[in-house]
């Protein structure tokens, strides 16, 4: 299986959307291994061991994507990721008295 498959795989088996926070990746996982955790399933709890180790590799693969991506620190990326949403009008169209 490629990385890509296995990230995709993942991403599915914690039920994570399209983009997500680390801290969203957290609660999911946290969620899922309270679900499935063996005390839990006294009447199987080997199907439930099973599935806590795919959720654990999920959750391992998710977090060593995260921790080896990198993440854009230029000025004009902040500027654009830390702006208001005034801050952001007036750097893409120019002040009101600029369009008058």
């Known amino acids: 299986m490629s990385a890509f498959e296995k990230l995709v795989k993942a991403k599915t088996l914690l039920g994570l959307n399209e983009r997500a926070t680390l801290k969203e990746v957290k609660l999911k996982y946290k969620h899922l291994i309270q679900q499935w955790h063996p005390d ?20 391992t693969t998710v977090l060593r994507y995260i921790q080896e991506y ?6 004009e990326h902040l500027k654009q990721k830390t702006f208001t949403h005034d801050e952001w009008w007036e750097h893409r169209f120019g002040t009101k008295k600029d369009t008058i």
């Open 40 to 59: 839990k399933h006294p009447d199987n709890p080997q199907h439930a061991t099973r599935i806590s180790a795919q959720i654990n590799e999920a959750y």
């Open 70 to 75: 990198e993440f854009p620190f230029d000025e």
